[in-house]
């Protein structure tokens, strides 16, 4: 057994589960330990997901997408062509089915090394997290952006978030994503645009930013509203 890391003194084991990849059996298990208590809030970030770019703080800090999927895609082609061109049964196929196989474990490893390494970094250096609620299962049927927001992982990094910050005591708070992008960040009022208009211009108030930047900044004035914003400076 190759252990992962120690389990926490006197953890009670909830469930074990055990999955076989390319490479052998995983076993893992979940345990029940004492929630840390929650922070005072002095900092409090919003975060809005994308594609052109993984996510948008609204301290202004930008996650690049790493497209892990779509960078191994032309791996993926390969492997796929050689097993179609396998007689079924045979060894050649066997092997280049496991050759597959594995390529698939790297990337789903790779991916989850990813989304780990940014949202700890995002828990470390705030105590109030507000990011969208949003609905992943139905965004997926969309039927250009369906690879993408799969390859993104949302679903998994927010997933990701709560229970790291739950783990640090860090506040964490889903808002409704609705009119987001739309509502400008400064005055309040609506700017209608499309998907295509990356930047966002408000006449009322000569607000001038990035699109995804308005949005993280509204989620983060819904998730704690302006009062609790401005006596922390936000």
């Given at each position: 057994l190759h252990l992962h890391r120690e389990l926490p003194a006197a953890a009670d084991i909830r469930s074990c589960v055990f999955r076989r990849d390319g490479r052998g059996w995983v076993v893992c298990l979940a345990v029940a330990i004492d929630a840390a208590e929650k922070r005072a809030v002095a900092d409090a970030i919003g975060v809005d997901l994308g594609l052109k770019v993984f996510a948008y703080c609204s301290d202004g800090v930008i996650l690049p997408n790493p497209q892990i999927a779509r960078r191994a895609e032309r791996k993926m082609r390969v492997a796929q062509r050689a097993l179609s061109r396998c007689k079924r049964g045979s060894n050649r196929r066997r092997k280049v089915k496991a050759r597959l196989a594995r390529l698939h474990t790297k990337i789903a490893n790779n991916r989850s090394t990813w989304l780990h390494q940014k949202s700890a970094e995002i828990?470390?250096?705030?105590?109030?997290?507000?990011?969208?609620?949003?609905?992943?299962?139905?965004?997926?049927?969309?039927?250009?952006?369906?690879?993408?927001?799969?390859d993104a992982s949302w679903s998994k990094f927010l997933g990701f978030l709560a229970y790291k910050a739950e783990k640090a005591g860090v506040h964490f708070v889903r808002v409704d994503p609705r009119k987001t992008s739309q509502k400008c960040s400064g005055c309040g009022e609506l700017v209608p645009k499309s998907l295509a208009?990356?930047?966002?211009?408000?006449?009322?108030?000569?607000?001038?930013?990035?699109?995804d930047w308005n949005a993280a900044r509204n989620i983060l004035q819904a998730g704690i509203g302006l009062g609790v914003l401005n006596a922390i400076g936000g």
């Open positions: 828990v470390n250096r705030t105590d109030l997290i507000a990011v969208e609620d949003l609905n992943v299962k139905n965004m997926v049927r969309h039927p250009t952006m369906a690879r993408s927001i799969s208009v990356r930047t966002h211009a408000c006449p009322h108030c000569g607000l001038v930013i990035d699109r």
